[in-house]
Nanobody, 124 residues
Framework: QVQLVESGGGLVQAGGSLRLSCAASGSIFSIKVMGWYRQAPGKQRELVATINSGGTTNYVDSVKGRFTISRDNAQNTVYLQMNSLKPEDTAVYYC??????????????????WGKGTLVTVSS
């Protein structure tokens, strides 16, 4: 089992920045990919960014150039630095992890573990 705990969400004005953290614990030695997903009110969950154990990253087009995913292997933590935030970034952000490499499913159907989420609200 793997436990994922997100932190760092909150209220920020448009144009501002936030950094989300995801602390992983448990049987993490076999985890190959970790990522961030988000779900806005009334919308489906969507991929934001992923990073694999080799450091390769993937981003949804809407956040490219604004968000950066990174990982600290010593701390078993994945981060999402979010800059130039927009009201449309408002959502619950979820950390997720999976045991397999491969293409990222847009709604995270391929992820094996999920955190409980952290709310990000961007005011205009």
């Amino acid at each position: 089992q793997v436990q994922l705990v997100e932190s760092g969400g909150g209220l920020v004005q448009a144009g501002g920045s936030l950094r989300l953290s995801c602390a992983a614990s448990g049987s993490i030695f076999s985890i190959k990919v970790m990522g961030w997903y988000r779900q806005a009110p009334g919308k489906q969950r969507e991929l934001v960014a992923t990073i694999n154990s080799g450091g390769t990253t993937n981003y949804v087009d809407s956040v490219k150039g604004r968000f950066t995913i990174s990982r600290d292997n010593a701390q078993n933590t994945v981060y999402l630095q979010m800059n130039s935030l927009k009201p449309e970034d408002t959502a619950v952000y979820y950390c997720a992890a999976r045991y397999q490499y491969g293409s990222d499913c847009l709604m995270g159907e391929d992820m094996d573990y999920w955190g409980k989420g952290t709310l990000v609200t961007v005011s205009s």
